[in-house]
Nanobody, 116 residues
Framework: QVQLQESGPGLVKPSQTLSLTCTVSGGSITANYWDWIRQPPGKGLEWIGRIDYTGSTSYSPSLKSRTSISRDTSKNQFTLQLSSVTPEDTAVYYC??????????WGQGTQVTVSS
């Protein structure tokens, strides 16, 4: 059973860089697809980006200029960096595994608040 766990600071100041790590157990990040998704308060889910089993990345066009996703295969982790954050980036952030044509495993989510 694959499990995902997000970690990182819960509070980030405006203009700083948000950095989150997803630690994966029960499966290797060198297989399948690994996403970051967020849900702002009172809004729907928003896909941020993906790193696949080869290490290739893709990003939401609306966030691409501020987003970087990378991985550490030795630790079986992948990370999200979102730069120049504003209060509009306040959300619950999820790491997600996608496999077998659309099935998903989700982390529990982590609240990130952007505030001075």
């Amino acid at each position: 059973q694959v499990q995902l766990q997000e970690s990182g600071p819960g509070l980030v100041k405006p203009s700083q860089t948000l950095s989150l790590t997803c630690t994966v157990s029960g499966g290797s990040i060198t297989a399948n697809y690994w996403d970051w998704i967020r849900q702002p308060p009172g809004k729907g889910l928003e896909w941020i980006g993906r790193i696949d089993y080869t290490g290739s990345t893709s990003y939401s066009p609306s966030l691409k200029s501020r987003t970087s996703i990378s991985r550490d295969t030795s630790k079986n982790q992948f990370t999200l960096q979102l730069s120049s954050v504003t209060p509009e980036d306040t959300a619950v952030y999820y790491c997600v595994r996608e496999y077998s044509g659309g099935s998903r495993d989700w982390g529990q989510g982590t609240q990130v608040t952007v505030s001075s």
